[in-house]
């Protein structure tokens, strides 16, 4: 009996929830995301870009915070990534609510998989409706099926699985960088690449305003970051993805028919430029 292997079983106390913001000067923005939990009862890691007047300092244990002058989305959770001290981390932004006992939820579902490396949550709406379409069923995420949309504040990791596989956020793609979104997929087909054990859990952990136009599958910008992306993924084969994905965006109305010269050369500028970076 005493050679059995003893079973993970994780608590709020084993979750971290990193932050990204800028120019903050006070913690009092954190009163809005933790309104429905006990703030006091979770580690929080912020990393405030910023610039040398406007400093965040903390004098609460269970807040750290790291200034930086860098700019960047990804950057700014890269370097959460490398602070991280606990098993588990939460990727969020400053805008979000957390669902009430919402570290209970995440702890859970990893001691459920202890083998996962990365377990994918819900968001809703601030009316209470899903942040977009899920797939409601709970499941491990492969390659081969369907392709995943994920948002950066759906995602949870095991620290452990990400630092020491060296897995981090391409810094050429999301909010203040050249291609203006797309970071959530490339790092994700980074975890499957390594062959991280995912899994998506449908329970809503964070509340967020709707989805922006850098998610408008139809917008240049999402077209372009998409290309971009997919060209890591798919190489040359990339060009004749563009294809495949204009037909699905004019299918599904986010294109019209007459713009599809337009955005497929949208799409191809787009992976010139990342074959040059």
């Given at each position: 009996m005493n050679n059995l292997p003893k079973l993970a079983i994780y608590t709020p106390e084993d979750v971290e929830i990193l932050v990204s913001t800028m120019k903050r000067t006070s913690l009092s923005f954190l009163g809005k995301m933790f309104v429905n939990n006990d703030i006091s009862k979770h580690h929080i890691l912020i990393i405030n870009q910023t610039d040398k007047e406007?400093?965040?300092?903390?004098?609460?244990?269970?807040?750290?915070v790291i200034n930086c002058q860098e700019v960047g989305l990804?950057?700014?959770?890269?370097?959460?990534?490398?602070?991280?001290?606990?098993?588990?981390?939460?990727?969020?932004?400053?805008?979000?609510?957390?669902?009430?006992?919402f570290a209970i939820t995440i702890a859970a579902g990893y001691?459920?998989?202890?083998e996962?490396?990365?377990i994918s949550f819900q968001a809703n709406t601030f009316t209470n409706k899903p942040y977009k379409k899920y797939?409601?069923?709970?499941?491990?995420?492969?390659?081969?099926?369907?392709?995943?949309?994920?948002?950066?504040?759906?995602?949870?990791?095991?620290?452990?699985?990400?630092?020491?596989?060296?897995?981090l956020f391409d810094e050429r793609f999301g909010l203040g960088s050249y291609f203006k979104s797309g970071e959530e997929s490339i790092f994700f087909q980074e975890i499957l690449s390594h062959h991280i054990k995912a899994y998506h859990i449908p329970k809503v952990i964070v509340c967020h305003a709707e989805e922006s136009s850098t998610s408008n599958p139809g917008s240049n910008k999402f077209i372009r970051a998409r290309a971009a992306?997919?060209?890591l993924q798919y190489g040359n084969l990339s060009i004749l993805w563009m294809v495949k994905f204009l037909s699905f965006l004019i299918r599904k109305k986010h294109i019209k028919v007459s713009s599809i010269i337009k955005k497929y050369k949208e799409g191809y500028q787009a992976i010139g430029e990342i074959r040059k970076m």
């Amino acid at each position: 009996m005493n050679n059995l292997p003893k079973l993970a079983i994780y608590t709020p106390e084993d979750v971290e929830i990193l932050v990204s913001t800028m120019k903050r000067t006070s913690l009092s923005f954190l009163g809005k995301m933790f309104v429905n939990n006990d703030i006091s009862k979770h580690h929080i890691l912020i990393i405030n870009q910023t610039d040398k007047e406007h400093q965040l300092i903390s004098n609460v244990p269970n807040v750290r915070v790291i200034n930086c002058q860098e700019v960047g989305l990804s950057k700014s959770r890269n370097l959460a990534i490398k602070n991280t001290v606990k098993p588990i981390f939460v990727i969020t932004d400053d805008d979000v609510v957390f669902s009430k006992d919402f570290a209970i939820t995440i702890a859970a579902g990893y001691t459920k998989y202890p083998e996962a490396g990365f377990i994918s949550f819900q968001a809703n709406t601030f009316t209470n409706k899903p942040y977009k379409k899920y797939n409601n069923k709970e499941r491990e995420l492969v390659k081969k099926r369907k392709e995943i949309s994920l948002s950066s504040i759906e995602i949870t990791c095991k620290t452990k699985d990400i630092v020491e596989n060296k897995i981090l956020f391409d810094e050429r793609f999301g909010l203040g960088s050249y291609f203006k979104s797309g970071e959530e997929s490339i790092f994700f087909q980074e975890i499957l690449s390594h062959h991280i054990k995912a899994y998506h859990i449908p329970k809503v952990i964070v509340c967020h305003a709707e989805e922006s136009s850098t998610s408008n599958p139809g917008s240049n910008k999402f077209i372009r970051a998409r290309a971009a992306a997919k060209y890591l993924q798919y190489g040359n084969l990339s060009i004749l993805w563009m294809v495949k994905f204009l037909s699905f965006l004019i299918r599904k109305k986010h294109i019209k028919v007459s713009s599809i010269i337009k955005k497929y050369k949208e799409g191809y500028q787009a992976i010139g430029e990342i074959r040059k970076m």
